[in-house]
């Protein structure tokens, strides 16, 4: 059985390497090894359906590195709250793109989607096996997809005037301005995700093209492989409401109040995500702590029904497991063994064995 969070001794006492050079441009082509193209695994699913604890056992047991997808661990200081890999984690499995910015600036899709190519092109470059790991389905799909991502960067005073429309005529206001300039854009965010429809009304409005009409894609040069973590919706909201209660007794109060006496307003986008506004909402005397983990808890409820909107459980794409089931966890590191095997990243790291020996 894979359980929320594995606590392994220390096997590989790897420091996680930093992805400070330039990354290869958007639309790539990273260089290909063979005649097929390289194999990718993309772990996705939603909240606390352990994929973490699977992801740790395919990385050590198919010689794997963790690349993450999740858009809150990218901040640093911000550790408890995004439930980001312990230092154990990291010391059995090397894992990228992790604390990589600091909570008040900003990581573009694109700069994380040419992050994260990096990369997997380091990882595959030694011989070994990338997993894409994470519930942030806009960063999985810009990846796996091939987004070309429009270029344009962030305009802050047009972001004011947008968030202000927002506050003043409602977030369904905003979306309707959307629907009216690109309505292709507008069906596919949800009106309650302001941040979203001020991107994307951002992009229009200082490009004069739709949004929707910018966003393209050419699939990189990887077989990716998909596997959905997933579990019964009631064992999920359980898992959920114990992870919380996990943060809480861990010290995610204390981790946001340093946060905020670091001078992180709490107006930052950072700071708005899941438990970080909660905790806040109760430390600056607007709730009591009991409330601002009930809201954390229906917050992260939520959350979970946007991620089964990235990742359907009808995708024939993605191959859907409980990690509780022995059996097909079984037999799906059974089907990976083949699939990097086909994709020569074994020989290629049969190769590099016998070079270190």
């Given at each position: 059985?894979?359980?929320?969070?594995?606590?392994?001794?220390?096997?590989?006492?790897?420091?996680?390497?930093?992805?400070?050079h330039q990354?290869?441009?958007?639309?790539?082509?990273?260089?290909?090894?063979g005649?097929?193209?390289?194999?990718?695994i993309?772990?996705?699913?939603?909240?606390?359906?352990?994929?973490?604890a699977?992801?740790?056992?395919?990385?050590?047991?198919?010689?794997?590195?963790?690349?993450?997808a999740?858009?809150?661990?990218?901040?640093?200081?911000?550790?408890?709250?995004t439930?980001?890999a312990?230092?154990?984690?990291?010391a059995?499995?090397?894992?990228?793109?992790?604390?990589?910015?600091?909570?008040?600036?900003v990581?573009t899709?694109?700069?994380?989607?040419?992050?994260?190519?990096?990369?997997?092109?380091?990882?595959?470059?030694?011989?070994?096996?990338?997993?894409l790991?994470?519930?942030?389905?806009?960063y999985?799909?810009?990846?796996?997809?091939?987004?070309?991502?429009?270029?344009?960067?962030?305009?802050?005073?047009?972001?004011?005037?947008?968030?202000?429309?927002?506050?003043?005529?409602?977030a369904?206001a905003?979306?309707?301005?959307?629907?009216?300039?690109?309505?292709?854009?507008?069906?596919?965010?949800?009106?309650?995700?302001?941040?979203r429809?001020?991107?994307?009304?951002?992009?229009?409005?200082?490009?004069?093209?739709?949004?929707?009409?910018?966003?393209?894609?050419?699939?990189?040069?990887?077989?990716?492989?998909?596997?959905g973590?997933?579990?019964?919706?009631?064992?999920?909201?359980?898992?959920?409401?114990?992870?919380?209660?996990?943060?809480?007794?861990?010290?995610?109060?204390?981790?946001?109040?340093?946060?905020?006496?670091?001078?992180?307003?709490?107006?930052?986008?950072?700071?708005?995500?899941?438990?970080?506004?909660q905790?806040?909402?109760?430390?600056?005397?607007?709730?009591?702590l009991?409330?601002?983990?009930?809201?954390?808890?229906r917050?992260?409820?939520?959350?979970?029904?946007?991620?089964?909107?990235?990742?359907?459980?009808?995708?024939?794409?993605?191959?859907?497991?409980?990690?509780?089931?022995?059996?097909?966890?079984?037999?799906?590191?059974?089907?990976?063994?083949?699939?990097?095997?086909?994709s020569?990243?074994?020989?290629?790291?049969?190769?590099?064995?016998?070079r270190?020996?």
């Amino acid at each position: 059985m894979i359980g929320a969070k594995t606590n392994l001794p220390s096997a590989i006492g790897h420091q996680p390497s930093a992805i400070g050079h330039q990354p290869s441009a958007i639309g790539h082509q990273p260089s290909a090894i063979g005649h097929q193209p390289s194999a990718i695994i993309a772990i996705v699913g939603p909240t606390a359906a352990g994929k973490t604890a699977l992801s740790l056992v395919l990385a050590q047991v198919l010689d794997g590195e963790i690349v993450s997808a999740d858009s809150r661990q990218i901040y640093r200081g911000m550790d408890i709250g995004t439930a980001k890999a312990t230092p154990e984690e990291r010391a059995l499995v090397p894992h990228h793109l992790l604390d990589i910015v600091d909570p008040d600036q900003v990581l573009t899709l694109a700069e994380y989607q040419r992050l994260a190519y990096a990369a997997i092109d380091d990882i595959l470059a030694r011989g070994r096996l990338p997993l894409l790991v994470g519930g942030t389905g806009q960063y999985v799909h810009a990846v796996i997809e091939g987004w070309r991502i429009p270029e344009v960067p962030p305009q802050p005073d047009l972001r004011a005037a947008l968030e202000a429309e927002a506050a003043a005529h409602g977030a369904e206001a905003l979306h309707a301005r959307l629907a009216a300039l690109d309505p292709v854009a507008a069906a596919r965010i949800d009106p309650r995700n302001v941040r979203r429809v001020i991107r994307a009304l951002e992009v229009c409005l200082a490009t004069g093209r739709p949004i929707s009409e910018l966003q393209t894609k050419s699939p990189p040069p990887y077989r990716v492989v998909q596997i959905g973590v997933t579990r019964p919706r009631p064992e999920l909201y359980a898992r959920i409401d114990a992870r919380v209660d996990r943060m809480i007794a861990a010290g995610l109060v204390d981790e946001v109040r340093r946060l905020a006496d670091a001078g992180y307003g709490w107006d930052l986008p950072a700071m708005t995500g899941l438990g970080y506004r909660q905790i806040g909402q109760y430390l600056r005397g607007e709730v009591t702590l009991d409330e601002a983990i009930a809201l954390i808890k229906r917050g992260t409820r939520r959350f979970v029904q946007q991620q089964y909107n990235w990742f359907r459980l009808n995708d024939p794409a993605i191959r859907w497991v409980n990690p509780d089931e022995a059996d097909a966890i079984e037999a799906l590191i059974s089907m990976l063994s083949r699939n990097c095997s086909a994709s020569g990243i074994l020989h290629r790291r049969e190769r590099r064995d016998r070079r270190e020996e």
